[in-house]
């Protein structure tokens, strides 16, 4: 069974920057990306980016193409989730998620 556990969120000012983290233990299937969640307060979780173990694919969501960046550490089975140029509507709560698993979520609060 794996297990997913984020961390990295926090407040942060209009335009800074936060790296958010989740290690995963357990046994992760390679043909199942890492993908990253976020859920705004009263809006449905939404789609944000996702890597392949694999062959690094990568994805991501039209609204922060170009401000975030997802990475990968296969030795420590780690998934990375750099966000700069943040704005306030990028605060959420994060969730990684892997196949069918989901972790606690971190948050992010942006201020203007």
């Known amino acids: 069974q794996v297990q997913l556990v984020e961390s990295g969120g926090g407040l942060v000012q209009g335009g800074g920057s936060l790296r958010l983290s989740c290690a995963a233990s357990g046994r992760t299937f390679l043909g199942y990306a890492m993908k990253w969640f976020r859920q705004a307060p009263g809006k449905e979780r939404e789609f944000v980016a996702a890597i392949t173990w694999s062959d690094s694919s990568i994805v991501y969501a039209d609204s922060v193409k170009g401000r975030f960046t997802i990475s990968r550490d296969n030795a420590k089975n780690t998934v990375y989730l750099q966000m700069n140029d943040l704005k306030p509507e990028d605060t959420a709560v994060y969730y990684c998620?892997?196949?069918?698993?989901w972790g606690q979520g971190t948050r992010v609060t942006v201020s203007s």
């Open positions: 998620n892997h196949k069918d698993v």
